[in-house]
């Protein structure tokens, strides 16, 4: 494991199931997805992190038309999800119809899982707590 985080590594750990998020070395701050510098303090030193996968689902959105690779996945739903360590993250949401988006609460708590997509990449993905 290398000390420096690197965008490369980050997707290849949700690849893994491994999700980790980046941690300020100069604040503490937990980051993820990767940035250049913390956007609390603006240090750019970064180490990796555990996060605990729990959440709150802050916004989502029923996509239907989706970008090439994904279309015959669609429709699915993508969540902005607060995570309990404070950074915001994009993924899917899993366990609801896409097609009944009126049964989804923001302010649901999630939990971290992931989806393994028809042409095999794994997508950060979250469920209901
Ligand atoms: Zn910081």
Sequence with gaps: MSKEPTIEE???NIEDKQFRAYQCGGCGA?????QGCCYTCGGTEFKWTQVS???????????HIAPDEFQNEAPYIVGI?????????????????PNTPKEIEVGT???L?????????????????
Excluded: N
């Design 113 to 129: 899982d992931y989806e393994e997509s028809d042409v095999g990449r794994t997508h950060l993905a979250f469920r209901a707590a």
């Design 30 to 34: 937990i980051i993820a997805p990767p």
């Design 109 to 111: 708590k999630l939990v």
């Design 10 to 12: 980050y997707i290849q």
């Design 81 to 97: 999800v607060d995570l309990d360590e404070g950074t915001r993250i994009t993924a899917r949401l899993l366990g609801w119809d």
């Design 53 to 63: 996968g729990k959440g709150t689902l802050v916004s989502f959105t029923v996509i």
